[in-house]
């Protein structure tokens, strides 16, 4: 029977020598790129090992991850991707149970309270949200090899690798022995590397860390 499409994405024949909280920050980091996570789930029991379900909050992002991600090597082993067969909690919760709070909460309300709500609700007036200044981020000229740095403790080369390897001309990643916040990322001309830093510059492996990205000095 074909699982229909849902927002949770089930995964298996992930490497089980994986540690759970490097397993999940990893599929973090391969899989944001397509859209907002909403939670990851890997469990390192018997039964569970070697598989995980990331929940996006948009299908189409679920979708785009699914098909691109088919097969894709990681920690060795590749990826074997599906639907989950249930939406996860989160989104069911956040789909339906928080409205029928909401509808709950209503009927308990007296006609003229209801009344008061609607007519402040028609009174605001709609803001432009303010747009975010792009992480402005000193340069130095074109190189084909990349600089990065304010990266997390726990980074490592796999998922930088499977951060950058999605972008054309992608040759490898460096770090650098004692310095786990900065590394190096070569691709094969300036111009392929350009794409790659404008389009992960900020890029969060971590909630708190948003990465640099400059060209190396020549």
């Known amino acids: 029977m074909d699982i229909r499409p849902n927002h949770t994405i089930y995964i298996n024949n992930i490497n089980d020598n994986v540690k759970k909280e490097e397993l999940k920050r990893s599929l973090y980091a391969l899989f944001s790129q397509f ?15 070697g598989q995980a379900f990331v929940v996006f909050k948009e ?6 991850a699914l ?7 990681f920690y060795n082993k590749p990826m074997r ?29 007296k006609p003229q309270e209801l009344a008061a709500i609607a007519a402040k609700k028609s009174a605001l007036v709609p803001v432009a949200p303010m747009l ?12 084909y090899i990349l600089f990065l740095s304010n990266l ?23 770090l650098v022995p004692g310095k786990h916040d ?8 300036d111009m392929q590397a350009g794409v790659a830093k404008d389009a992960l510059q900020g890029f969060r492996i971590t909630a708190t860390c948003a990465m640099k990205i400059t060209f190396a000095k020549k």
């Open 35 to 49: 859209g907002q996570i909403v939670e990851i789930v890997a469990m390192k029991t018997m039964k569970m090992r």
């Open 59 to 64: 299908l189409t992002a679920a979708t785009n």
């Open 67 to 73: 098909r691109q991600l088919q097969g894709f090597p």
């Open 81 to 109: 991707i599906q639907y989950a067969k249930t939406d996860s909690d989160v989104i069911t919760k956040g789909r339906g149970a928080h409205g029928e709070r909401d509808r709950k909460k209503d009927k308990k309300k």
């Open 132 to 143: 975010m200044p792009a992480l402005q981020v000193p340069d130095n000229p074109p190189n």
């Open 152 to 174: 997390p403790e726990e980074t490592n080369e796999m998922m930088l690798s499977m951060l950058f390897n999605q972008f054309p001309g992608f040759k490898e990643v460096r």
């Open 182 to 189: 900065i590394a190096f990322v070569e691709f094969d001309g």
